[in-house]
């Protein structure tokens, strides 16, 4: 039995995970969710967006599976999903890109994945005026931030039976920071020879992954380029409505869908709640339950094939618990 922290979250949060929660029960495994409430939900019951109980729970358990949740913007509270990301050192932000046959895209053969540093380069936050006309933001790169990111992807690459590690990096003009990171990366390679490994310039790797993102495969990358190019990614097969995600650290692991909280179909019941249920998906691989992880998989392949079932953003009438039903149906 497995126990794993469930954080439903605000807006379409709790009926796509209500629908993922379904399908994961339909593929048999034994899981205990603990549910807690982060964001907006815990923030009327509990006064406080982010309980002490959250963390505790995630501590415990070292998984969580999430729904989105909401983030002021200006005023208000910090992000939750970054004070999580900080509290757990979950340094590693995983993005897998696939097509599928169904979903409408410009490209039919992609299937990479883009690994994203995830505490430092200039998203470390150390940002200040420099009197009142000028601005400065210190990028922040060290040798252990980028063996840990970099070993990440190839010790993912190779349980997932992928053949290349790209690094992306912008060192012909950042020599030191981006520089390091590239060395790094390249000495860690040394230990995969069993692996591909090649490099490209992050204005160069954005060209080729518009023009030929079958060529890719594990994409490892600092902090900035890794949110702007997993976004051109999901971009590539479909958007926000079919891209997982992970955080994932030494300790711990929370899987959540990219997209956010959708507030303008909360409580309509006609979101899309395939990215929750590939979250999921990443999650049952993590705790090594990879045939309820192929069964769902499987099961979502059919439904988008056959094409009568979809969500309103993939073209059809379904509700997010129809969807649901028709992958539940398709799982043996
Ligand atoms: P959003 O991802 O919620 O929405 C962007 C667009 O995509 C909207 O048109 C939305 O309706 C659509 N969309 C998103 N998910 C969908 C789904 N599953 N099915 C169908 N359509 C879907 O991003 P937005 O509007 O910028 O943010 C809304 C709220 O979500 C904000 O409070 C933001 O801070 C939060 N957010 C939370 C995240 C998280 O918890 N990981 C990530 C991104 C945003």
Request: proline share 4%; charged share 25%.
């Amino acid at each position: 039995m497995h126990h794993i922290t469930l954080i439903p979250g605000d807006g379409i949060g709790p009926e796509i995970t209500e629908a993922t929660l379904k399908v994961v029960e339909a593929t048999g495994v034994e899981i205990k969710w603990e549910k807690v409430k982060a964001g907006e939900a815990a923030l009327e019951s509990e006064g406080t967006p982010l309980p002490e109980n959250v963390i505790e729970s995630i501590k415990k358990n070292k998984v969580a599976l999430k729904g989105p949740l909401t983030t002021p913007v200006g005023s208000g509270y910090r992000s939750i999903n970054v004070a999580l990301r900080k509290e757990l050192d979950l340094y590693a932000n995983l993005r897998p890109a696939r097509s599928y046959e169904g979903i409408k895209s410009r490209y039919q053969d992609v299937d990479l994945v883009v690994v994203r540093e995830n505490t430092e380069d200039l998203y470390a936050g150390v940002e200040h005026m420099v009197g009142e006309d000028a601005a400065e933001s210190i990028k922040i790169i060290t040798r252990k931030g980028s063996e840990r990111i970099v070993r990440f992807a190839f010790e993912y690459a190779k349980k997932e039976g992928r053949k290349k590690v790209t690094a992306v990096h912008k060192a012909n003009i950042m020599k030191y920071t981006d520089g390091l990171f590239l060395e790094v990366a390249r000495r860690v390679a040394e230990d995969y020879p069993e692996i591909e490994f090649e490099d490209r310039i992050v204005d160069n790797m954005a060209m080729q992954l518009v023009q030929k993102p079958e060529l890719y495969d594990v994409l490892v990358m600092p902090n900035l380029y890794g949110d702007i190019l997993s976004d051109l990614c999901a971009g590539l097969v479909g958007g926000l409505g079919v891209a997982p995600g992970a955080n994932i650290g030494d300790e711990y692991a929370l899987f959540e869908p990219v997209h956010g909280t959708a507030p303008k179909y909360a409580g309509k019941n006609v979101a899309n709640p395939m990215a929750m249920m590939l979250s999921a998906v990443l999650m049952l691989k993590h705790i090594n339950e990879e045939e309820a992880a192929a069964k769902i998989i499987n099961a979502l392949q059919e439904v988008l094939k056959e094409g009568k079932v979809l969500t309103k953003d993939l073209g059809g009438q379904a509700s997010t618990s129809q969807f649901a039903d028709a992958v539940v149906e398709k799982i043996v």
